[in-house]
C-alpha cells in the first residue's frame, strides 16, 4: 500500500473515487468491499443478502462494526443509503445518513486507523487500495 509502510497518507479521496467508480451498480460495490474485508473484521461485518429462498450473491445491506462507529449501507431501488452511527458504552448517541462518498471516506478512514495496529485489516485496505485478493 503506498505510504502506509513508510508513514505517509493514504489518498482517501482517490481510493473513494476508485472504488465509487464501480457503483454503476451499487451492488457491485458492495460485493467488493464484503470480498475484500470479511476475512479482515470477521463477525464485525455483517451481511444480508437479497435473496429470500435461494442464497444470493447480490446483497440488500452491510454493516460494519469498527470501533464505536457502525457503518450501515442498504441498497433502496438501486441506490444505496448510507449512515454512520457513533456509540457510546455499547448505547447508539448518534446517527447520520450520509452520501455514498461521505460514507466511503469516513470507512475507509476507520479502516486506515485501525489498519496501524492490525495486520488483517492492513492487508484488506492494501486489497482495496491495489485490487488484488479478489
Do not use: P, Y
Given at each position: 500500500?503506498?505510504?502506509?509502510?513508510?508513514?505517509?497518507?493514504?489518498?482517501?479521496?482517490?481510493?473513494?473515487?476508485?472504488?465509487?467508480a464501480?457503483?454503476?451498480?451499487?451492488?457491485?460495490?458492495?460485493?467488493?468491499?464484503?470480498?475484500r474485508?470479511?476475512?479482515a473484521?470477521?463477525?464485525r461485518l455483517?451481511?444480508?443478502?437479497?435473496?429470500?429462498?435461494?442464497?444470493?450473491?447480490d446483497i440488500?445491506?452491510?454493516?460494519?462494526?469498527?470501533?464505536?462507529?457502525?457503518f450501515d449501507?442498504t441498497?433502496d431501488?438501486?441506490?444505496l443509503?448510507?449512515?454512520?452511527?457513533?456509540?457510546?458504552?455499547?448505547?447508539?448517541?448518534?446517527?447520520s445518513?450520509v452520501?455514498?462518498?461521505?460514507?466511503?471516506r469516513?470507512?475507509?478512514?476507520?479502516?486506515?486507523?485501525?489498519?496501524?495496529?492490525?495486520?488483517?485489516?492492513r492487508v484488506?485496505l492494501?486489497s482495496?487500495?491495489i485490487?488484488?485478493?479478489?
Open positions: 500500500m503506498a505510504g502506509a509502510e513508510d508513514g505517509g497518507d493514504l489518498d482517501l479521496d482517490l481510493l473513494a473515487s476508485s472504488l465509487h464501480d457503483d454503476g451498480d451499487v451492488r457491485v460495490l458492495l460485493r467488493v468491499l464484503v470480498t474485508l470479511s476475512g473484521l470477521g463477525e455483517a451481511v444480508e443478502r437479497a435473496g429470500r429462498f435461494r442464497k444470493s450473491e440488500r445491506q452491510v454493516s460494519i462494526l469498527l470501533g464505536d462507529d457502525q449501507a441498497v431501488r438501486g441506490s443509503e448510507c449512515t454512520v452511527s457513533r456509540s457510546s458504552g455499547g448505547i447508539r448517541i448518534r446517527s445518513r452520501g455514498t462518498d461521505e460514507w466511503l469516513r470507512l475507509l478512514g476507520a479502516l486506515r486507523s485501525e489498519a496501524q495496529t492490525t495486520e488483517s485489516t484488506a492494501e482495496l487500495v485490487g488484488n485478493g479478489t
